[in-house]
């Protein structure tokens, strides 16, 4: 599985962006698709996660209620919708997959994840 994250740029603060990560190669309706991110001087963290199956969503309390995960399984494709930006959300976003048993688990943890996607630079400003 390949992945591709795109999407990313500079935005003032409370402004928005939507990355966007498609997947290409043997791909599974048992996925589930995370998006990760880190800022500069500072370990990788799950940003959330969506099942690609059932749909169901997990996030981190620092985006919850601001950033939103989609998907379109035609195109093979996740977004994550990022409204309210603030600063501290500047960082490299990246894209990961990983298989799991029930559609109702969400990984948060980086190890949990085999596959990654190149990252994105998001840059927001004060």
């Known amino acids: 599985v390949q992945l591709q994250a795109f999407g990313g740029g500079l935005v003032q603060a409370g402004g928005s962006l939507r990355l966007s990560c498609a997947a290409s190669?043997?791909?599974?309706?048992?996925?589930?698709m995370g998006w990760f991110r880190q800022a500069p001087g500072k370990e990788r963290e799950f940003v959330g996660a969506?099942?690609?199956?059932?749909?169901?969503?997990r996030y981190a309390d620092s985006v919850k209620g601001r950033f939103t995960i989609s998907r379109d399984n035609a195109k093979k494709t996740v977004y994550l919708q990022m409204n309210g930006l603030k600063p501290e959300d500047t960082a490299v976003y990246y894209c990961?997959?990983?298989?799991?048993?029930?559609?109702?688990?969400?990984?948060?943890?980086?190890?949990?994840?085999?596959?990654w996607g190149q990252g994105t630079q998001v840059t927001v400003s004060s």
């Open positions: 990961a997959s990983t298989i799991v048993d029930y559609p109702t688990i969400l990984p948060t943890a980086l190890s949990l994840y085999r596959y």
């Open positions: 190669g043997r791909t599974s309706s048992r996925y589930v």
């Open positions: 969506l099942s690609m199956s059932g749909g169901s969503t």
